[in-house]
């Protein structure tokens, strides 16, 4: 085999393990920064600082036996996790996340750091993700309870709801940089306005940035829009039935869920790998810090604000976010089209 | 080769799943039946160097509007479905009726045998061919749509339109003034 190919192979390996991985640190991470917002320390006993919890979770969950309802539909009940967390992985496949690189002149030929850079690559992380919520209302329903088929219907409509305001969002980026393919929506955005300024889409579109991250919170169902599971009514929503492994896929899937929002929007808005200081060998180090940057805003959102009614869900969703993003979108074109003309 | 395996695998699945969307009784069973097919279609897409339609199969039919459907299946919550009294009777079953179904399916399967048979050149690759470029790239796809194929864009909007304001109108109850 080529070393070119192996190379290839273990890029993809990588990306799979970071994503993994993101999805035990930020179990951590949520808990241990909730904690200090509340001033606790958080999970503090396994490990030095509680460091080693989401290892003792994980084990936790594996002991445990594997529940289903006598009611529940049988095929669907466990189809309904896999789905969740094979779409949650799927949708990372087109994010790159680090500029060309030959690893120090190991390779004759540079390899891009990501794992597949395709022409539509911005649609294909859209349209896997849509497939998402397939894994939560399955779930809702296939269980056979009522508070789980509340989650699954309220998880339905809200994707509905909130994915058109998304891919506006996403529109009006795709009109800037004139591609599809989101390296080279990032490369797009490389150099600097005065010397200092960085060329980030943020600064063009710092409306569609806000859309973007409202709406990416509402489509990974996280408060203050986690009405699918909404604790104080609906016991735990979609996943009341679950319990052992298949439970523990469902957060993982949205924690991978929130990676892949964190990355695009760090591809899209802020200049993906590009940055000052560092030379491009080591762009991804920008990269990380800016996901880190936007999960830990995800994480803040989430211990700062209560959950809203689902009235005023939907309705912020139709009648004020929709709106806004239909007047960027049209104003980004008008001014893409005086400005190029 | 594994090309050709590739298109058999994808058409026998969308035709197996087809047939499953109509062939068993749980309504759920058949949305996600529905699902698998958009997904095999979309697979034959790709095959056809036509990415952007592929992944626009996927978010609007698959993504979009087969969610809505389950939405409906699941407020219905209509666990199976069994041919009740009114269901025989409804006049679709009237056995004229039934036969001129029929008659017009095997009209449809036909047509579709002969158009395949006509089509020139369809056994080769597509790339390559006179128009690959507007089906493979989302830029010339797009022009191609608004220049040449305008008038028909704009009457399936108009058309979707029209359907949607009929929709709302049918919702609205009677003497509800908001």
Known sequence: MEIRTLVQLGIIGLTFFMLINASAVLVLAERKIMGFMQQRFGPYLVGPHGLLQPLADIIKLLMKEELRPKGADKWLFTLAPVLSITAAFAAFATVPWGAETTFFGLLEQPVKLGIADLNVGVLVVFAITSMGVYGIVLAGWSSNSKYSLFGGLRASAQMISYELSYATALAAVILLSGSLSLREVVDAQAGTWFGFIPRWYLFLQPVGFLIYMVAGVAETNRAPFDFPEAEQELVAGYNTEYSSVRFALFPQAEYINMTTMSAVAADLYLGGWHGPFLPPEYGWIWFLLKVGAILFTYIWVRWTLPRYRYDQLMRFGWKWLFPAAVINLIATAGLVLYFNA | ?178
């Open chain 2, 1 to 178: 080769m594994p090309e050709t395996l590739v298109f058999y695998l994808l058409s026998g699945l969308a035709i197996v799943a087809s047939a499953l969307v109509i062939g068993q009784r749980n309504p759920m069973y058949s949305v996600l039946m529905l699902i698998a097919s958009f997904g095999a279609l979309a697979g034959l897409y790709i095959q056809l160097d036509a990415p952007f339609v592929a992944v626009a199969q996927i978010i609007i039919y698959a993504g979009a509007i087969m969610v809505l459907f389950l939405f409906v299946v699941m407020l219905l919550n209509a666990p199976t479905e069994d041919g009740a009294d009114w269901d025989k009777a409804h006049p679709l079953q009237l056995p004229a009726v039934t036969r001129l179904g029929s008659m017009l399916a095997v009209l449809l399967v036909i047509q579709l045998a002969w158009a395949l048979m006509e089509a020139a050149d369809i056994n080769g690759p597509v790339a390559g061919q006179t128009g690959a470029a507007a089906v493979s790239s989302v830029r010339q796809l797009g022009r191609t749509l608004f220049t040449d194929y305008v008038f028909a864009f704009e009457a399936t909007s108009v058309l979707i339109l029209v359907a949607m304001v009929g929709a709302v109108m049918l919702a609205r109850r009677e003497g509800e003034r908001s």
